[in-house]
Every structure is written in C-alpha cells, then in structure tokens.
C-alpha cells in the first residue's frame, strides 16, 4: 500500500496560482497511475487530472489549459500546477494512486489508495 501526503493548498484571488506536491511513502508501484481529485461543499468528488507511469497525462474539461499535472520519478512526487485559478476552483484536493493504467481514471471509486487532502480556496 502506498501512503500519501499532499501539500501546497491554500487561499489565492481568481488570476492566481497554487502548486499541489504528492509525497508517495512506503512501496512504490512500478506500474502506477497518479491522479488528483476535488470535493467542493456540497459536491461529488470529481477527478481534476492523472498521469501513468508512461507519463501520459489526462485532465478534467474544466480545468484543461489551466492545470498541468507532473511528476518527479526520483523523489517520488506529484505535481498539481494550477494557474489562472476560479472561485469554481475551491474545494479539497486528493491525491490518489492505483497500481494499474489510467483507464477509467475520473471514477474515485476505483482508485485504491487516498492522501488526507489539502485545502485550496479562491476568492473573487
């Protein structure tokens, strides 16, 4: 099982940018997909975007153009790039692995294994 940790979230005004950091600890998948997801108040959790191991890279609609998703094989960590950010934006980010390819990648249900979330807020 792969142990999870965000950072990054935080408060910025429409216009800004926040970058999330995923921290995998403990074993790593050598086939893998990485993904992040959103909750706002009130809403289903929704997937934002997510990379495999090959480094291909997927994203919501809604954020395309926007966020960029990456990733530093050495130090085991995910990047969220988040620019241009809109108060539609706020919500609690996860960051989630499963140890198998993206496919079906925007269903929360069937990933594995989940960080705590961290906050990120945008004000208008």
């Known amino acids: 099982q792969v142990h999870l940790v965000e950072s990054g979230g935080g408060s910025v005004q429409a216009g800004g940018s926040l970058r999330l950091s995923c921290r995998q600890l403990g074993s790593i998948y050598s086939v893998y997909c990485m993904g992040w997801f959103r909750q706002g108040p009130g809403k289903e959790r929704e997937g934002v975007a997510a990379?495999?191991?090959?480094?291909?890279?997927s994203y919501a609609d809604s954020v395309k153009g926007r966020f960029t998703i990456s990733e530093d094989n050495a130090k085991n960590i995910v990047y969220l790039q988040m620019n241009n950010l809109k108060p539609e934006d706020t919500a609690m980010y996860y960051c989630?692995?499963?140890?198998?390819?993206?496919?079906?990648?925007?269903?929360?249900?069937?990933?594995?294994?989940w960080g705590q979330g961290t906050q990120v807020t945008v004000s208008s």
């Open positions: 990379i495999d191991s090959d480094g291909h890279s």
């Open positions: 989630a692995a499963r140890q198998d390819s993206c496919l079906a990648w925007d269903m929360h249900q069937l990933w594995r294994d």
